[in-house]
């Protein structure tokens, strides 16, 4: 086959490509330009035969491996869908009251056990007055225990309500921010018990 010498212009025809894609090829090394005898680069001028070979080759290359620049894109177009989808679903369960954030729920929880331990070490001084002179073992241990059960019981009660005050500022908060959920907020805790 004949050497033939053409333009970006003629290349790009031949190739039914821009003559821009024609420079990004060249740039990135994929067209190179065609040499006198001498060796010398012609400028503007390419070897057709030479860079239908290269581009072909090239095009091989990328269908192989893919273009790894527009599937990163798109993993990440898929990865930010995704968690925005994740961020949407659990305010909408905060919403519901089906998630309790870990925040409330420790707050909540560090608060029902301090006040149990208060109520715990409350115990001698309430019962004392009431036990002064009671002999009957029975007594005193019905009494002692009958106080230690009453202040056990406050931490197994928590109710719906005790989370409303929490999650109400807490979704106030997120409202006031155009519905961007906080970092705690991923540390979400299902509800148990009955479903809404």
């Known amino acids: 086959m004949k050497n033939y010498r053409v333009s970006s212009a003629e290349l790009a ?4 490509l821009a003559e821009r894609s024609v420079r990004h090829y060249r740039a990135t090394g994929v067209f190179v330009l065609a040499r006198d005898p001498h060796g010398r680069p012609l400028r503007g001028r390419y070897d057709l035969k ?3 070979r290269a581009y072909v ?9 893919g273009d790894s620049s527009e599937s990163e894109r798109q993993e990440l177009r898929t990865r930010k869908l995704r968690a925005e989808t994740e961020i949407a ?8 009251g089906e998630l309790h954030r870990t925040d409330d729920l420790l707050f909540i929880l560090t608060n029902r056990i301090t006040e149990a331990r208060s109520h715990l070490l409350a115990i001698p001084a309430r ?14 241990s019905r009494i002692v225990y009958s106080e230690i059960e009453s202040a056990l019981r406050r931490i197994s009660e928590l109710k719906e309500g005790d989370f409303a005050e929490q999650s109400q500022k807490y979704l106030r908060s997120i409202s006031a921010g155009n519905g961007n959920i ?3 907020a991923r540390r979400a805790i299902p509800k148990h018990g009955k479903k809404s």
């Open 13 to 16: 025809q031949f190739l039914d």
């Open 50 to 52: 030479e860079s239908v």
């Open 57 to 65: 080759q090239h095009m091989r290359e990328k269908a192989k491996s």
């Open 89 to 96: 679903e659990l305010q909408l369960r905060l919403l519901k």
């Open 127 to 140: 019962v004392a007055t009431r036990l002064q002179g009671e002999t009957s073992e029975q007594t005193i």
């Open 182 to 184: 906080k970092r705690s």
